[in-house]
């Protein structure tokens, strides 16, 4: 799927971004939901508390009492099971806000900031480029398969038995794709030849 973008205006960019970079809405909402959760709980194991009513779960001043005696009245597997998870769910949050989120798009042949602009998933780009490499390596379409990511290209052939694959001309051939899309970022370009044909192909 494609998208076709065209305007003069100086939020070209800022629509430009919104296409090619996944949103952090999903991950917010969660955070956002567990500290209003984990508030929420607090506030109304206090409220019971103050009423002189049983707790839900456990007492506020019980749970920083265990809190604070940690690592007592708890096996060591456990404990460090439970802070291996934390650390995992601490981590997922950590790299989510600090790396640059990307879609499996590209922005297809963008000449000048002024110019339009033309919004391409990676699977299109991905198809272009397996036919590319196809004709090249003289197979057919189920013994090519193309990968493409924000950064690199891997191209990854099955010869037919017996006939040798020119990885050169491959290379080529992506690359000439490449150069007529003028993909941005532009990607570097892989290409893996199975060591074992395809017979009969």
Same mark, same amino acid.
């Given at each position: ?12 960019? =800022?629509?430009? !971004?919104?296409?090619? $970079?996944? +949103?952090? &809405?999903?991950? #917010? ?5 567990? *500290? @209003? ?65 990307? =879609?499996?798009? !590209?922005?297809?042949? $963008?000449? +000048?900031? &002024?110019?339009? #602009? ?5 699977? *299109? @780009? ?76």
């Amino acid at each position: 799927m494609s998208r076709h973008i065209e305007s003069q205006s100086p939020d070209m960019d =800022r629509i430009l !971004h919104r296409e090619t $970079r996944s +949103s952090r &809405a999903v991950v #917010a909402t969660a955070a956002a939901a567990l *500290v @209003i959760g984990l508030a929420s709980y607090g506030l109304l194991e206090a409220a019971v508390h103050a009423i002189g009513q049983p707790a839900w779960l456990i007492e506020p001043q019980v749970a920083a009492e265990r809190l604070v005696a940690l690592p007592a009245g708890i096996s060591p597997l456990l404990l460090g099971a439970i802070g291996a998870v934390l650390a995992m769910i601490g981590l997922v949050f950590f790299l989510n806000g600090i790396l640059p989120g990307h =879609r499996a798009r !590209h922005l297809l042949g $963008r000449r +000048s900031a &002024a110019g339009p #602009a033309v919004v391409v998933d990676d699977e *299109v @780009i991905a198809s272009a480029l397996a036919r590319r490499a196809r004709l090249a390596a003289n197979v057919t379409p189920e013994q090519v398969m193309v990968v493409v990511s924000q950064r690199q290209v891997v191209v990854n052939v099955r010869p037919t038995s017996g006939v040798p694959v020119d990885e050169d001309a491959v290379l080529t051939a992506v690359h000439s794709e490449l150069d007529a899309m003028s993909l941005e970022p532009d990607p570097a370009v892989h290409v893996n030849v199975a060591p074992s044909g395809v017979i009969g192909a």
